[in-house]
């Protein structure tokens, strides 16, 4: 997959079929769409698959509006390399003022050369957002593409939305975070050295500052899997200030890995942790030894989580 930041960078000539949004998150109703462009490609081999995306964080900016996200640019490639061959970052004050017919001549026509156009049923585009899928069938003719509509993916009676999966996050339950994005959200980082606090309680952590740009879940406990050195691990994690045993305000995860021997430095390693379950959320505990067993009550939690699951995978 090739990864373009602007358009003007796309200089792919062949015909293409094409999605485009926001795509933060990539949950289930973006990936039917994904899906869909990429079965045009497996039957016309000609074609190249495109994800175009507009990028609003310049935009947000510039309006002081929230400008955190479910999915880094990064997160959004990784979840994509392999599936397509064109991922396209359009910062979205590049096109804000386009009128809508110019969008279609010039960018889904000129730029991409699109011969399938997939949107979601809410798809709008243009200036003040005029375009729509009733437009985009009406010039389909005139500009020589066909034009899919996709349905909603439903989630009982709410449809699937970044939004929906935000106000899910804001109550910790990951285990529907997850059902609505269709694997486990994901947050990444440097391990940074910490307190030493876990390692002086029997149970050491290694130590992520998030991105700053990274929509996190409420403060507290979690069951989750750490990939460290090309290795999975399950785990428990804490995200929060560690208010026991630290004083700044800033915002960690310490992650604790099962069955882990430190065979190397991790300090400047990259990891990956992956939430499955809120435990509890975070409080200050009356002294250390207080916290100390809550924490080995936690790490007793995660593991008959995780041997539950492995049961279930055995029972099927």
Same mark, same amino acid.
Request: glycine share 8%.
């Given at each position: 997959?090739?990864?373009?930041?602007?358009?003007?960078?796309?200089?792919?000539?062949?015909?293409?079929?094409?999605?485009?949004?926001?795509?933060?998150?990539?949950?289930?109703?973006?990936?039917?769409?994904?899906?869909?462009?990429?079965?045009?490609?497996?039957?016309?081999?000609?074609?190249?698959?495109?994800?175009?995306?507009?990028?609003?964080?310049?935009?947000?900016?510039?309006?002081?509006?929230?400008?955190?996200?479910?999915?880094?640019?990064?997160?959004?490639?990784?979840?994509?390399?392999?599936?397509?061959?064109?991922?396209?970052?359009?910062?979205?004050?590049?096109?804000?003022?386009?009128?809508?017919?110019?969008?279609?001549?010039?960018?889904?026509?000129?730029?991409?050369?699109?011969?399938?156009?997939?949107?979601?049923?809410?798809?709008?585009?243009?200036?003040?957002?005029?375009?729509?899928?009733?437009?985009?069938?009406?010039?389909?003719?005139?500009?020589?593409?066909?034009?899919?509509?996709?349905?909603?993916?439903?989630?009982?009676?709410?449809?699937?939305?970044?939004?929906?999966?935000?106000?899910?996050?804001?109550?910790?339950?990951?285990?529907?975070?997850?059902?609505?994005?269709?694997?486990?959200?994901?947050?990444?980082?440097?391990?940074?050295?910490?307190?030493?606090?876990?390692?002086?309680?029997?149970?050491?952590?290694?130590?992520?500052?998030?991105?700053?740009?990274?929509?996190?879940?409420? &403060?507290?406990?979690?069951?989750?899997? +750490? %990939?460290? =050195?090309?290795?999975?691990?399950?785990? $428990?994690? /804490?995200? #929060?200030?560690?208010?026991?045993?630290?004083?700044?305000?800033?915002?960690?995860?310490?992650?604790?890995?099962?069955?882990?021997?430190?065979?190397?430095?991790?300090?400047?390693?990259?990891?990956?942790?992956?939430?499955?379950?809120?435990?509890?959320?975070?409080?200050?505990?009356?002294?250390?030894?207080?916290? &100390?067993?809550?924490?080995?009550?936690? +790490? %007793?939690? =995660?593991?008959?989580?995780?041997?539950? $699951?492995? /049961?279930? #995978?055995?029972?099927?």
């Amino acid at each position: 997959m090739q990864y373009i930041t602007g358009l003007e960078q796309y200089k792919e000539k062949a015909g293409s079929a094409v999605t485009l949004g926001k795509f933060d998150g990539l949950h289930r109703g973006h990936r039917k769409l994904v899906e869909r462009v990429m079965e045009h490609v497996e039957e016309e081999t000609d074609l190249k698959s495109v994800v175009c995306f507009f990028d609003m964080t310049e935009f947000k900016a510039r309006m002081h509006l929230d400008g955190k996200k479910l999915m880094t640019n990064a997160e959004r490639a990784f979840r994509l390399e392999n599936r397509v061959d064109y991922l396209v970052e359009c910062p979205f004050l590049s096109v804000k003022e386009m009128e809508a017919e110019q969008f279609i001549e010039q960018i889904l026509c000129g730029v991409f050369h699109a011969k399938y156009i997939v949107v979601g049923e809410n798809f709008r585009f243009g200036h003040e957002r005029r375009g729509d899928t009733e437009m985009l069938k009406k010039y389909a003719k005139r500009y020589g593409y066909t034009i899919e509509v996709m349905e909603n993916e439903m989630y009982g009676s709410r449809v699937v939305s970044s939004t929906y999966v935000r106000e899910v996050m804001k109550t910790g339950d990951m285990y529907l975070v997850n059902r609505l994005l269709s694997y486990p959200y994901t947050i990444a980082g440097t391990v940074v050295k910490g307190d030493q606090q876990g390692r002086e309680m029997g149970s050491p952590t290694m130590d992520i500052i998030p991105c700053e740009e990274k929509i996190l879940p409420p &403060k507290g406990t979690y069951i989750c899997k +750490i %990939r460290s =050195g090309g290795d999975w691990y399950q785990g $428990v994690c /804490n995200i #929060g200030t560690k208010p026991t045993v630290a004083q700044n305000e800033e915002r960690t995860l310490s992650a604790h890995l099962f069955c882990y021997e430190e065979k190397e430095e991790v300090y400047g390693r990259e990891i990956i942790v992956q939430l499955y379950q809120y435990l509890r959320p975070e409080r200050k505990f009356a002294d250390v030894h207080a916290l &100390k067993n809550q924490i080995q009550d936690d +790490i %007793r939690e =995660g593991k008959r989580y995780f041997f539950q $699951v492995a /049961n279930r #995978g055995r029972n099927r």
